[in-house]
């Protein structure tokens, strides 16, 4: 019998019960079949430009963070109280992502922080091949810091590695305790939680303990700030933690 | 709808390998999706038909071997099934695990003729 396809070539005439005997050789010239072991993860292409750029980032010794939350839990706000406040502290740059307009580049663009904007259109994410282009565009200076900030989305950004050294998920209090066990993911994979709005807990049916709860169930090693960033309570944990991991550059030989 | 970006992938590795083949015809494609990615099937079968349309994978026979989520328990080394990222070890009670199967996303092989 034939490896390739089934069919019989030793002895392909015969008959069957009631019918007449026929034939059923053909040509195996036209009929060859190949597999291809390919073995190749599908985000390769995606992986690969993330650690170019991660390359980038070390080489010119800086922090990339990548921001990520749900819509409206306040980045945009903490990035612009966030550069305002370490003006002169820390040199900054800002990617960011959102389907459409340049709002939010704007805004960040008025505290005088070097910003680029990515509109993925109907794409639901940042990816490594975008931010590429977008850091060619800023040129991020050594020894600074780049907030990349995602779009607004708990679950499609979690697959995609931009090269970043640390992922921070932001939650606010007017989100659900139980986000994490809703979208994993992106708690699995960030390694600082912040959770924002903490002034608004008075008038809310929140527990804070539950949500932090419910993270380190998903990611036992994610650290947690809590702040808000309208009353400034908190903000000092999140510079502190900001500033621990700005790269000291090592003095060249 | 990240599972187009998916889609659009593994075109780009269907290609990239057909094309250095002389073969014409891609009749089936075998990937692993691991349970524990963020793949929601449904969605995928949904890209899956838009996204291959007119491309050398639109007639082909797509074969998915999900793969079952499996963690080790760092505390106490335990090895087990998991559904969720957020399961505890069933023999310490505890949540740091290390995900050894499940996170799979990998095109395996290409049937060509």
New interface residues.
Partial sequence: MCATCGCGTVDSVHGHEGGLPHDHSHDHST????????????????NLLAERNRGYFEAKNILALNLVSSPGSGKTALLEKTLTDLKGQLEFAVIEGDQQTTNDADRIHATGTKVIQINTG????L?AHMVLHAVQGIKPKQNSVLFIENVGNL??P???DLGERERVVIVSVTEGEDK??KY??MF?SSTLCIINKTDLLPYLPFNIEKLIS?A??????LEIIELSCTQGTGLNLWYDWLKSKVPVPEPVE | MHELSIVMCILDIAEEYAGKTKYRAIEEIELDIGCLTTIEMNAFEFAWKEGVRNTRLQDAAKKINRIKGKAKCMDCENTFTIENLFDPCPSCGQHLLDILEGKELRVKSLMMS
């Fill in positions: 009929h060859t079949h190949k597999v291809v072991d390919v073995e190749k993860d599908i985000l390769q292409q995606n109907k794409g639901c994410h990816d679950v499609c979690a697959l995609f994490p066990l994993p993911d699995h419910n380190k169930k998903v990611n036992p090693k």
